[in-house]
């Protein structure tokens, strides 16, 4: 099983639409989670942080579910410019070493 | 604003050259990162360097070797490329402390090994 796994689409959504983007992860002892976005042929950026009370930024939330080992983002009222692959990160097992899932991709359509 | 900064940007060996990408970063950062992304396959982490004279073994660290020059700087060298090592390669920092997140990435090194 790999450490860390989402679903690599594409998500065809239109323009205003809600989206959910699931990413499991192997590890029980992970301590830190993020979301990152990566635009094409760029370098990848932080998104958000995600916390274990679950988090909120604008339209974008991220939830944690420990004892089910995956974590969300939800996106509301998409807009095209949220176009893009967004990469699921866990610091498998702690420390310093991050793991990145292969990424889902989205598509927002007018 | 420079951030992480890799040279070269782009570069094509042939099959058994050897060659070394560079990056530097001035964010201060005690742990830096490479990473290699082909498509389908997402982000690996090649090797990483958690504080200055340390380096530690990632997901696909055959073929690859690393220096931590100093707090600023971490190379990658390829000694014999091959054509498997085709691949855009990213140098990422952090700050370092367990649960502060963020990684800054470098613009990437896009390599081709003929």
């Known amino acids: 099983r790999k450490e860390v796994e989402q679903d690599p689409g594409p998500f065809n959504v239109p323009e205003g639409a809600t989206v959910a983007f699931n990413c499991t992860y192997s590890n029980s002892a992970s301590q830190s989670f993020f979301w990152y976005r990566q635009d094409c042929r760029k370098e990848p950026k932080l998104l958000m942080s995600?916390?274990?009370s679950g988090n909120e930024d604008g339209r974008f939330t991220a939830q944690l579910n420990r004892a089910s080992q995956y974590i969300s983002l939800l996106i509301r009222d998409s807009k095209l410019s949220d176009s893009a692959t967004y990469l699921c990160v866990v610091n498998a097992g702690g420390g310093n070493k991050l793991t990145f899932g292969t990424g889902t991709q989205l598509k927002v359509e007018l | 604003n420079a951030g992480v900064t890799q040279t070269p940007k782009f570069q094509v060996l042939k099959t058994g050259q050897s060659m070394t990408l560079q990056c530097a970063q001035d964010m201060n950062h005690n742990s830096m990162y490479w990473y290699r992304q082909d498509p389908g396959m997402g982000l690996r982490l090649i090797y990483y360097s958690a504080s200055e004279g340390t380096t530690d073994k990632g997901e696909v660290p055959n073929g690859y070797n690393v220096s931590r020059l100093n707090k600023r700087e971490f190379s990658l060298r390829l000694e014999s490329a091959a054509p498997s090592q085709t691949s855009v390669y990213f140098c990422?920092?952090?700050?370092?402390?367990?649960?502060?997140?963020?990684?800054?990435f470098g613009e990437g090194s896009r390599l081709t090994v003929l």
């Open positions: 990422a920092s952090r700050v370092g402390r367990v649960n502060t997140g963020e990684l800054f």
């Open positions: 995600v916390y274990s």
